[in-house]
Nanobody, 113 residues
Framework: QVQLVESGGGSVQAGGSLRLSCDSSGIPFGANTMDWAHQAPGKDRERIATITRAGDTSYTDSVKGRFTISRDNAKNTLYLQMNDLKIEDTGVYCC???????WGQGTRVTVSS
């Protein structure tokens, strides 16, 4: 059974930082591309960061230079370091794997001025 469990969300002021984690089980973690997605209030979910099994990364323009995706294959864990947070970063952050197209439940981030 595939499980993706996100943690690390919370409330932070604009300009602050958070580090999200996604613990996985039931998947061949090291063999799969992993993503982080963001769903802002009232908007569709959008993939914002991707890391391949080789460690290559890509980002949507809105987070490029501020967010960093990484993975620890020994711990089956995906990370998202978020710096210089903006109010528009508010929302739910979910991790995703191509393996059976699986999604976690998400962790909520609130950025205030």
């Amino acid at each position: 059974q595939v499980q993706l469990v996100e943690s690390g969300g919370g409330s932070v002021q604009a300009g602050g930082s958070l580090r999200l984690s996604c613990d996985s089980s039931g998947i061949p973690f090291g063999a799969n591309t992993m993503d982080w997605a963001h769903q802002a209030p009232g908007k569709d979910r959008e993939r914002i960061a991707t890391i391949t099994r080789a460690g290559d990364t890509s980002y949507t323009d809105s987070v490029k230079g501020r967010f960093t995706i990484s993975r620890d294959n020994a711990k089956n864990t995906l990370y998202l370091q978020m710096n210089d947070l903006k109010i528009e970063d508010t929302g739910v952050y979910c991790c995703h794997t191509c393996y059976k197209d699986s999604w976690g439940q998400g962790t909520r981030v609130t950025v205030s001025s």
